[in-house]
Structure formats: C-alpha cells, structure tokens
C-alpha cells in the first residue's frame, strides 16, 4: 500500500500500473481534444491537492539522491548529517520518501526534531515509504511534483543519484539561469561522485559557448555540511 497524499489515505498497489498508464497516454502525442481536457482537469485537481498537502509553516530544504544506496553507505551517512543539521537549524526537510539518501535525511531530520515529509512520484516499481515520515504526498506526475517541489522548498541539497536527481539538479539550474526563480541555493555534495560532470561543463559546454563561466556558480560543491548550512543561512 501507498500513502495518496498527507491525510494518511492509503492507495492499493494495484491502481499503480493505473495511475502511470494514464500518465503515459496522456503524453503519447496527439490525442481527442476532449480526452486532453479531462487530462487537463486532472492535472488540476492534482496542483490543488499538492497545495493542500503541501500546507505547513516554516522554511523547507529538499534533499535528493539515490534510492539504491544502503544505510552504512557513506553518502547515507552524509545525507542523515545534512537532515540532522537541517532540523537543527529550524528547516523541513523534504525528500522522495523513499529508501536509500532518502531515507537517511528523513531518518536525520526525524531524529534532530525537525519535520520531515516525503515527496513522491508513483511508479510500477515505487518502493513503500520510508518509516521517518512526519507527512507524505504521493503525485501521479513527474512534472507537477516538480513544480511542488521548487515551490515550497527554500533550498535542494543535491547527493549522488541517477537520472531522476539530475533531472531535478538541471531542472533547477535552468531556472535559475533563466531568472524563473532567484535566491535559491542548490549544493551538490559528494565530491568525488560529482567531479566528473563538474569538469565536463568546465572542459565542454564552457568551450562550446552552450553555457557560460558564471553558469558554474548556480551550484557549490562541498563535503562540509557546516559549509551547506552556511550557504543556505546566507542565501534565504
């Protein structure tokens, strides 16, 4: 069973297959215009109840990574340290909900006495909730989870991930440089792991003229989680 939204409404797993086919059509392609209006009227329903689920006071960071990394894993341990601090310093903490970095920064805001929710996204394979869930709201779109998510969170801490953490790390990056949204701290941790791309924007897009020198600056890099905390006093 999956959580619906943050009124502790439960979704069986057998509408999943479901709720992701109806996503699915709706971005096949051209379609009858009346089944893209009842698609339009869903979407709508679904911002209106992310606004209602979504309704809590206070500043909000969100914390993404991989799902597939356990509990002793050091980036799991980096990822409850940043919840942890977060919860200390007055921030909700928001997360995918799920396993793995998720679980760690929620498990780190729960324990350092702060509000920890989860976001999440429905898929076939969506893993149960994690246990450290003071709320959780569950979309059935990837793109209106993303606007949520930009909405009603002051920061994103940025930790290993795969493709769904890159899309929200460029994601936010392209709204920044495009003036979408301002003063927004985006702090990618894991050095190591996130090297690489750093030097492929510096060796790469930089000489293409794709992106500009001042580009690398929308995000900071470091292990520190004093300097994360740091930049995201500074900066809100």
């Given at each position: 069973?999956t959580?619906?939204d943050?009124?502790?409404k439960?979704?069986?797993?057998s509408?999943?297959?479901?709720v992701?086919?109806?996503?699915r ?5 051209r379609?009858?215009?009346?089944e893209d209006?009842?698609s339009?009227?869903?979407?709508y329903?679904?911002f209106?109840r992310g ?7 206070g ?6 990574g ?10 799991c341990?980096?990822a ?5 601090r ?5 921030y909700?903490v928001m997360?995918g ?13 729960k324990e350092?006495g702060?509000y920890s ?6 898929l ?5 909730p994690?246990?450290y869930?003071?709320?959780?709201v ?6 209106v989870?993303?606007?949520?998510l930009v909405k009603?969170s ?13 899309d ?8 920044i440089?495009t003036?979408?949204?301002?003063r ?18 510096r060796?790469?897009m ?10 690398l600056a929308?995000?900071?890099?470091t292990?520190?989680?004093d300097?994360?905390?740091d930049?995201i006093k500074?900066?809100?």
């Amino acid at each position: 069973m999956t959580r619906s939204d943050s009124s502790s409404k439960w979704r069986p797993l057998s509408l999943l297959e479901h709720v992701t086919g109806v996503e699915r059509e709706f971005l096949v392609g051209r379609r009858d215009r009346c089944e893209d209006l009842e698609s339009a009227a869903r979407i709508y329903l679904e911002f209106l109840r992310g606004f209602e689920s979504l309704d809590f006071a206070g500043p909000c960071v969100t914390v993404f990574g991989s799902a597939r990394f356990p509990q002793d894993h050091p980036y799991c341990q980096l990822a409850y340290e940043v919840g942890r601090r977060l919860a200390e310093e007055g921030y909700a903490v928001m997360t995918g909900g799920g396993p793995g970095i998720m679980e760690a920064a929620n498990r780190g805001a729960k324990e350092g006495g702060g509000y920890s929710l989860g976001s999440n996204i429905v898929l076939p394979q969506e893993e149960a909730p994690n246990p450290y869930l003071d709320d959780y709201v569950l979309f059935d779109h990837f793109f209106v989870r993303k606007v949520m998510l930009v909405k009603y969170s002051q920061a994103f801490v940025i930790l290993p991930g795969g493709y769904g953490t890159l899309d929200e790390l460029f994601e936010t990056l392209t709204l920044i440089q495009t003036g979408k949204i301002e003063r927004f701290p985006v702090i990618t941790m894991g050095s190591d792991y996130w090297k690489p791309l750093a030097d492929f924007m510096r060796e790469t897009m930089i000489p293409a003229g794709t992106i500009g020198p001042d580009d690398l600056a929308l995000a900071n890099l470091t292990d520190s989680v004093d300097e994360a905390i740091d930049i995201i006093k500074r900066t809100m």
